[in-house]
């Protein structure tokens, strides 16, 4: 944090000096401040600024303008937007600025609490580790499909596995399955470096397939150790197209040990919604035969209630567009709390997906038997690791790291 350059923009003198000593705290050691847009300009001009404190009422030219001239200059700088007006405004404008192509850390209403400042400052540093990784991703060369095609055959796929924790108790309510690719040179790849690649290539349903074998094994291995979970395999939407493939999976499961309801199917509500006839055939079918069905990224399509309860399914993922901040934005509040009691009343699991803070972790503590994921709870990690995480309590990780 001390190699940052940080601009507070803000026309009160305590609260500009408030802001430094909170940045000083944090770390940081190199600062500009400005009374107001007009000398905050000239600042991100002349100088690589990488962190922009923004209060939005100010005299000459407010946040908002500044925040808009910044869009317009293309800028990379970060931005934490700070005021003393209602959280609904501030909601607004953090949505304005994303809207604009801002990188938009977060928002604090005044006074700022010391807590949220350093929760905003930790995903400063859980960007810059994204960044670089993304970087090396970058850099790589695209898959070709010779290399996913003997990935597949040598079974070089693994499975890591992130936890969905009950918040009221505090135990662990199930897993989702992600695949991995040990490549020989690369070392780890990640999804994002394979999934388009195999549905362009046509090797999605095979990786499916494998995924859900792997899985099928886990099972049957965590329960000869006396280890009980569900898992959560995801589908691709180009699967519904397959018949073959459903007709393959339908066979594996008929004939596997596990029980239907240790299986949880995962598909997005987009790929449900353009293969509604296919979808609901296939759904149905793992339904009727016990396995549990899971909505993925809801809230990010364009479905309909009706739509979606037209499907059987036993778990909507609210999407982490709808859950990261939710402490602090009222209008998400209202979105989720709907949502939650309209599943209460249709008898479906709700999981709150991306929880990567404090605030959105005590937020949550209200709803009974709400499930919630994301790297605040855990990251996903191999099955060692995770009975390990599970014997040790279920600690989450965000609070364990603002314990050390």
Same mark, same amino acid.
């Given at each position: ?17 408030? +802001? ?23 600042? +991100? ?43 609904? +405004? ?195 079918? +793992? ?118």
């Amino acid at each position: 944090m001390d190699s940052l350059n940080v601009l507070i923009v803000d026309d009160s003198a305590v609260q500009r000096e408030y +802001l430094l000593q909170l940045c000083r705290d944090a770390g940081m050691r190199q600062f500009y401040v400005a009374e107001n847009g007009e000398i905050a300009l000239p600042i +991100l001009a002349q100088h690589p600024i990488d962190l922009l404190i923004c209060d939005l009422e100010m005299p000459d030219l407010d946040g908002i303008e500044l925040l808009h001239r910044i869009a317009q200059m293309h800028s990379a700088v970060k931005v934490i937007i700070v005021s003393g007006r209602e959280l609904n +405004l501030i909601s607004s404008v953090e949505l304005m600025a994303k809207s604009d192509g801002l990188n938009v850390v977060g928002s604090m209403q005044k006074p700022v609490e010391a807590s949220l400042f350093r929760d905003l400052v930790a995903q400063l540093s859980q960007q810059a580790v994204q960044k670089s990784v993304a970087k090396t991703r970058i850099e790589s060369p695209p898959l070709e499909f010779s290399e996913l095609h003997e990935a597949l055959l040598q079974h070089r796929f693994i499975l890591h596995y992130q936890p969905k924790v009950d918040r009221s108790t505090g135990t662990l309510a199930g897993v989702e399955a992600l695949v991995r690719l040990q490549h020989p040179t690369r070392g780890l790849v990640y999804p994002g470096d394979f999934i388009a690649v195999c549905e362009r290539y046509q090797l999605i349903d095979a990786l499916s397939y494998e995924v859900l074998l792997q899985a099928i094994a886990q099972l049957e291995q965590w329960k000869k150790q006396g280890f009980s979970s569900t898992i959560s395999v995801n589908l691709s939407a180009t699967s519904f197209e397959n018949n073959s493939f459903m007709l393959q999976v339908n066979k594996l499961l008929a004939q596997s040990p596990i029980l239907p309801t240790d299986l949880i199917f995962e598909v997005t509500e987009t790929a449900v919604i353009h293969n509604m006839g296919q979808a609901l055939a296939f759904l149905s079918r +793992l339904r009727l035969s016990g396995f549990g069905l899971s909505i993925d990224d809801y809230g990010t399509g364009y479905s309909s209630v009706k739509q979606l309860s037209q499907i059987p399914f036993t778990e909507l993922k609210i999407d982490r567009s709808l859950v990261d901040g939710i402490a602090n934005r009222p209008h998400l509040q209202v979105i989720f709390e709907s949502t939650v009691l309209m599943c209460n009343k249709l008898g479906i699991h709700v999981v709150a997906e991306g929880v990567e803070n404090a605030a959105d972790w005590q937020y949550l503590a209200r709803f009974n038997g709400l499930m919630v994921q994301g790297y605040y709870v855990a990251k996903p990690m191999n099955s060692a690791d995770l009975i390990c995480w599970v014997l040790e309590g279920c600690q989450p990780i965000g609070l364990v790291q603002r314990a050390s």
